[in-house]
């Protein structure tokens, strides 16, 4: 119990970006899980440590802490547990640009959370094999596995993945071009997040909004949703959110020549990006996840 308290507590100093102290609780639950011979909790929390290296841009460390959690899972026949490294695998690849490799992995975990009957875990996997599609701009493909996805979120009544693959879907069409139907499907996810509380998912959602009405030359409800964004990102602490909602709405009110407002959030979104490494900003709202 305290190597699985130490490992949640992580997850929120993970969250505001604070990386060294996330890792230390980690390496602390680590410690512990290997005291009492806790193989299945030493896997989850190699892994775990392994997206912090993730996050900081170290993917040689990262998929050292996978590749220990994968062997893991496959010497005490945890197939759930090798279904969520291979899929995290697969980030470290596609983070590279190996989408190939990144794939390969993903059809692995994919296979297996299927053969389990791991409902959630395979709306992972479908959500990011859809995300390399799109990634090289296969955008009928992206969106078959998309609608896969939404179909298995609405099945189990996953609400929060639902509104995260109706989030997705819409960066398909934006990136078609089709705005109208892109704003359609985050009119929907924001509904949805809101409805169950998922505060932190409505944080992407309103961001991905903005660039929308900023297409349209909408300026005013652009304005509305990355300042709506900026709150809740502010209010639950999520770095990355600050980030990505700072640095986006700081350029364009300085384009509006506002940079009395404009730049204060570029300089604070320049430190939190220092601060927290490469992978910051990776943008989207994609939430790849375990």
Do not use: W
């Not at 030493?42 to 993730?54: C, F, K, P």
């Not at 639902?162 to 990136?175: D, P, R, V, Y």
């Not at 300089?267 to 943008?283: D, E, I, T, V």
């Amino acid at each position: 119990g305290e190597g699985t308290t130490l490992n949640n507590i992580s997850q929120i100093f993970k969250a505001r970006g604070d990386y060294e102290t996330a890792l230390g609780y980690l390496e602390r639950s680590l410690k512990i899980s290997q005291e009492i011979g806790d193989r299945a909790g030493e896997g989850t929390t190699l892994n775990n440590i392994s997206q912090i290296y993730d996050a900081r841009g170290d993917y040689e460390t990262a998929l050292g802490y996978l590749e220990r959690s994968l062997k893991i899972s496959q010497e005490i026949g945890d197939k759930a547990g090798e279904g969520t490294t291979l899929n995290n695998i697969s980030q470290i690849f596609k983070a590279r640009g190996d989408y190939e490799t990144a794939l390969g992995y993903l059809e692995r975990s994919l296979k297996i959370r299927q053969e389990i009957g791991d409902k959630r875990g395979e709306s992972v996997t479908l959500n990011n094999i859809s995300s390399i599609f799109r990634a090289r701009g296969d955008y009928e493909t992206a969106l078959k596995y998309s609608e896969m996805d939404l179909k298995i979120c609405q099945e189990i009544g996953d609400k929060a993945g639902e509104g995260t693959t109706l989030n997705n879907i819409s960066q398909i069409f934006k990136a078609r071009g089709d705005y109208e139907t892109a704003l359609g499907y985050l009119e929907r996810s924001l509904k949805i997040r809101q409805e169950i509380g998922d505060r932190a998912g409505m944080i992407p959602t309103l961001h991905n909004m903005a660039h929308i009405h900023l297409q349209n030359n909408q300026i005013e409800p652009a304005l509305e949703k990355f300042v709506r964004a900026l709150q809740l990102a502010q209010e639950t602490q999520y770095a990355e959110g600050i980030f990505n909602v700072s640095r986006d709405l700081g350029h364009v009110l300085c384009q509006l020549g506002s940079k009395e407002q404009g730049l204060p959030l570029l300089q604070r979104a320049l430190a939190l990006g220092q601060a927290m490494g490469p992978r910051c900003g990776r943008g989207g709202g994609a939430g790849a996840g375990i």
